[in-house]
């Protein structure tokens, strides 16, 4: 997790740096994905020489570069298309395909290059309750950054929220074996209405609150493992992480759009 945490932070550094100077979309996302997955291998093989630490863990190359997966568009997107917004939703989910082939496509050849694999992770045994604990904590970090990448204004609000919504969703999958395209409508509809119960005291609109606390919801690894299956021509494993990947990304704005419907009156309705 250091190694990641260190590979995302220089990847996403060298990302707004290079944005701000106003290079091309496909320019950032190539460096910054290959600086992350490059920075992830060499200070793995540090620790490695030095402490020890197993091989199997090259795996996490796959999470120093999720910052890069376009997980507001792809929400967003789906909440333009419910509206019938047709333009808007094409667009943003076009943009979004666009980050995910440059990004995916740069991630696999650096693995290449590199000799990484995105093996399995290794497993840990610890008990129930530790595990409920350190998913709220991660969880909350997690969707804390996702705040800051996107400016959100209510930066503690939508931690909370995204600590309880995830956690829901992790604890689905792995203690009631519950699809992961389920747990995560489920997930979502309960950020949903979360958000609806408490934008009217913290004072800003229910989407600055609802879509960065589900943004780590979206499924990077999944989309990256099709992609890296589908460049090494194992089609049917490929298939197999994409239609999942797909499922999950479909889950994740209709969990917001229903808990919309439930909650929202002006938005049940359309003329």
Known sequence: MFCAFVGAGFGNFLRCKLTKHHFTLFLCIVSSVSLACLVYAGFLKIGEMLFGISVQH???????MLFIIPGFPFITSGIDLAKLDMRSGTERLMYALIVVLVATMAA?????LLHLQPVDFIKMSMPVGMWIVLHLIASFCGVFGFSVMF???VRLAAAMIG????TLRLEL??????????????????????????????????????VPSIVIMVPGLYLYRGFYNLGIMSLSVAASWFAAAILIIAALPLGLIFARIL?????????
């Open 58 to 64: 090259e795996a996490g190359y796959i999470c120093a």
């Open 108 to 112: 696999w050849i650096m693995a290449l």
């Open 151 to 153: 400016n959100s204004p």
């Open 163 to 166: 600590a309880v919504a995830n």
């Open 173 to 210: 999958v792995d203690l009631s074996a519950i699809p992961p395209a389920a747990a995560a409508f489920i997930g979502a509809l309960t950020a949903g209405i979360l958000a609806s119960l408490i934008k009217n005291k913290v004072g800003y609109p229910r989407i600055s609150l609802t």
């Open 263 to 271: 909650t929202d009156r002006t938005f049940r309705y359309c003329t």
